[in-house]
């Protein structure tokens, strides 16, 4: 995934640049950057690894050397960013979100257009950032650029590109990524995360629509190009990926999960002793169960987080495994001789609920059953990368259907996202023992629209249902 923010300001800006951005952690893991504008300096620009310590420690030496009216930042879970560039269009900054599936056939366009070359990165790709300034520059205005990126691109495509005068931010051709602008006395903001301004001072001024481009300064955000009518923004946001505070739409990331558990319980027949989220993601879906069920809400086991914020995870799966692990401290008294009743905000792999599940039972616990809060995730992601997944075999479903079928791509694959059928039953049943679960229930797709309170035309569902 990843995030980002902008500020256009009549004072300096780089203590909201700073704190805006730091407030998008949660979105990535490896990279982060800020690069900043000011009429005597000219451009300047940081970019840290921030694998091994959160965005403040890096970037502390940085906020107090660096001066501008105007900043962008971002934080990555892959390229660095965010580059400064030079073109037929003057200077700019320009920082990305999302993903491009076509990215091969891209090159060789810009390639066959007299295009000289790319800088690969250390993994030998290409940065993706580095790709959209290059389509950009294809056309005579900024304008124009922005409008194209969104023609060509398969995937989905949110930028922020900062000049001397402005932030152009663009969201996104099918809005499956927010762009929401703030506002105060003595300037603006542009950010993914909603609540990411309002510490700041700001006030919400208005959220972008589907393919609108706007451009930032401290007068004011106006409309360049307007927003498309089709919307299919990612409902995995309202799921897991957003915090808590944020809404997206007007609809609260927080209430949006409390629905999720409320109905969960509607359709739950098992009564366990109390019901427990799935530290932080799984909290409030439980709190939703329980509020409808009646049963009570605990916290069986605390995560450590003082000095293991989310940022600090490794790339290496199995490391990532054992960290989660080691980050949740059991309360025995909660779990000894309870049956628990665990909601997590999806399953992946299975890998660390397996092992949260094994903790519980050495820990004492008499049953566990597990309610993810969203339906199966059958297909990978195609637009933002919310799980880097390097193949859709890493999906337990696909595992476990490859194992029933003989195959990873069989001709029934639909029948294995309809709750109703014999397929899905099964699927479920043969991840139930695999992943050592007392019993095991999704979260229906019909059930999470309903959650949302939106028509699913406008939800991109993609991951669960294999629909664009």
């Not at 922005?146 to 969201?171: C, D, H």
């Not at 009518?229 to 897991?240: N, Q």
């Not at 779990?335 to 628990?340: A, F, G, K, Y």
């Amino acid at each position: 995934m990843g995030g980002f923010f902008g500020v256009a300001n009549k004072q300096d800006c780089v203590f909201d640049l700073f704190f805006g951005t730091d407030y998008h952690s949660h979105l990535g893991t490896r990279r982060a950057g800020m690069a900043v504008y000011d009429r005597e300096k000219g451009f300047d620009r940081a970019i840290h690894n921030i694998e091994n310590a959160p965005f403040r420690t890096k970037f502390d030496k940085d906020v107090n050397k660096m001066k501008g009216t105007l900043g962008i930042g971002c934080i990555s879970d892959y390229e660095p960013q965010p580059l400064i560039i030079r073109s037929h269009h003057g200077t700019y900054a320009i920082a990305t979100v999302g993903k491009i599936n076509n990215k091969n056939a891209l090159v060789d366009m810009l390639f066959q257009k007299g295009h000289a070359h790319f800088l690969e990165m250390s993994g030998g790709e290409i940065n993706s950032t580095e790709l959209v300034a290059s389509l950009i520059n294809q056309k005579d205005n900024l304008i124009e650029g922005l409008q194209f990126i969104q023609e060509v691109i398969e995937g989905s495509m949110t930028v922020l590109l900062m000049t001397s005068k402005g932030i152009y931010a663009a969201r996104d051709r099918f809005g499956r990524t927010p762009v929401t602008i703030g506002k105060k006395p003595d300037g603006y903001c542009v950010s993914f995360e909603s609540f990411a301004y309002l510490n700041l001072g700001y006030d919400d001024e208005r959220e972008l629509g589907p393919g609108e481009i706007a451009v930032i300064t401290p007068e004011g955000a106006q409309t360049l190009s307007a927003p498309g009518k089709e919307m299919k923004i990612c409902t995995f946001l309202w799921v897991y990926y957003g915090y808590p505070s944020s809404s997206y739409e007007g609809l609260s990331v927080e209430e949006m999960r409390y629905n999720c558990g409320k109905l969960l319980a509607k359709r739950d027949d098992v009564k366990p002793d109390t019901v427990a989220g799935v530290p932080d993601s799984g909290t409030a879906h439980a709190i939703g169960y329980a509020n409808e069920s009646g049963v009570p809400f605990s916290r069986p086991f605390i995560k450590y987080t003082p000095t293991w914020p989310r940022s600090f995870m490794p790339t290496i799966q199995s490391q990532r495994n054992l960290i989660a692990k080691m980050k949740l401290i059991p309360v025995h008294d909660l779990i000894q001789n309870r049956s628990l009743l665990l909601i997590d905000d999806s399953i992946v792999r299975g890998t660390q609920l397996r092992e949260t599940t094994e903790f519980l039972y050495h820990s004492g616990a008499r049953e566990v059953h597990i309610r993810p809060a969203c339906p199966p995730l059958v297909y990978g992601c195609k637009f933002l990368n919310f799980s880097r997944s390097t193949s859709e075999m890493e999906l337990i479903t696909r595992q476990v259907i490859k194992e029933m079928e003989g195959s990873a791509q069989p001709e029934n694959l639909d029948r294995y996202v309809d709750p109703e059928s014999t397929e899905y039953q099964d699927m479920i049943e043969k991840i139930r023992k695999r992943l050592n679960f007392t019993s095991l229930r999704y979260h229906r797709l019909d059930d999470l629209v309903e959650s949302t309170g939106f028509d699913k035309c406008k939800l991109c569902t993609y991951c669960w249902d294999g629909k664009e």
